[in-house]
Nanobody, 111 residues
């Protein structure tokens, strides 16, 4: 079992920035890939960014160049730095690894 706890969401104006954090605990020695997903009302959950334990990253086209995913293995933490936020980034953001999900953190971007 892996437990994931997200933090850092909130309300921000368009053009602003937020940094999300996700701390993993439990059976974490097998974690190879961690990622951030988001789900807006009425939409399916979508991948935002993923990072391997070797530091390789993948981004959704909609966030590439604005968001940065990073990982601190010593702290079992993955981050999502979100810059130049847009109203369409409004969603609940979830941390994920393997079959495990965090509880989500709300990000709201006002125009």
């Amino acid at each position: 079992q892996v437990q994931l706890v997200e933090s850092g969401g909130g309300l921000v104006q368009a053009g602003g920035s937020l940094r999300l954090s996700c701390v993993a605990s439990g059976s974490i020695f097998n974690i190879a890939v961690m990622g951030w997903y988001r789900q807006a009302p009425g939409n399916q959950r979508e991948m935002v960014a993923r990072i391997t334990n070797g530091g390789n990253t993948v981004y959704a086209a909609s966030v590439r160049g604005r968001f940065t995913i990073s990982r601190d293995s010593a702290k079992n933490t993955v981050y999502l730095q979100m810059n130049s936020l847009k109203p369409e980034d409004t969603a609940v953001y979830y941390c994920n690894t393997m079959a495990f999900w965090g509880q989500g953190t709300q990000v709201t971007v006002s125009s």
